[in-house]
């Protein structure tokens, strides 16, 4: 059965670093699209960023409120997508998703494959 799970989550003080990482069981990240989405309290999820599978040049895309600060990478020996969040803001509090597509990639929210979520939280 295929799965995908955040991890790395947690709560850190504005500036503050970290590592979020998305696994994956019954699915090759490498030959996937693979993004991170965000939620925060009272907002719509919203793209945060994306790699493209190898084959199409693992392509990579920011939402412009992460760019200089967010950096995706994979680890395709692991099998895993990381996100590391550097000079997090509050702003950067939500549920941090993962989700996967063998067929697409891209900061839509059409991923057939989503994680559960892990929760960052930013404070002052």
């Known amino acids: 059965q295929l799965q995908l799970v955040e991890s790395g989550g947690g709560s850190v003080q504005f500036g503050g670093n970290l590592r979020l990482s998305c696994s994956a069981s019954g699915l090759a990240l490498d030959d996937a699209g693979v993004a991170w989405f965000r939620q925060a309290p009272g907002k719509e999820r919203e793209g945060v960023s994306a790699i493209s599978d190898v084959r199409g040049g693992s392509r990579i895309v920011y939402g412009d409120s992460v760019k200089g600060r967010f950096t995706i990478s994979r680890d395709n020996a692991k099998n895993i997508v990381y996100l590391q969040m550097n000079n997090l803001k509050p702003e950067d509090t939500a549920v941090y998703y993962c989700?996967?597509?063998?067929?697409?990639?891209?900061?839509?929210?059409?991923?057939?494959?989503w994680g559960q979520g892990t929760q960052v939280t930013v404070s002052i």
């Open positions: 989700a996967a597509d063998p067929y697409y990639w891209g900061m839509n929210q059409r991923y057939d494959y």
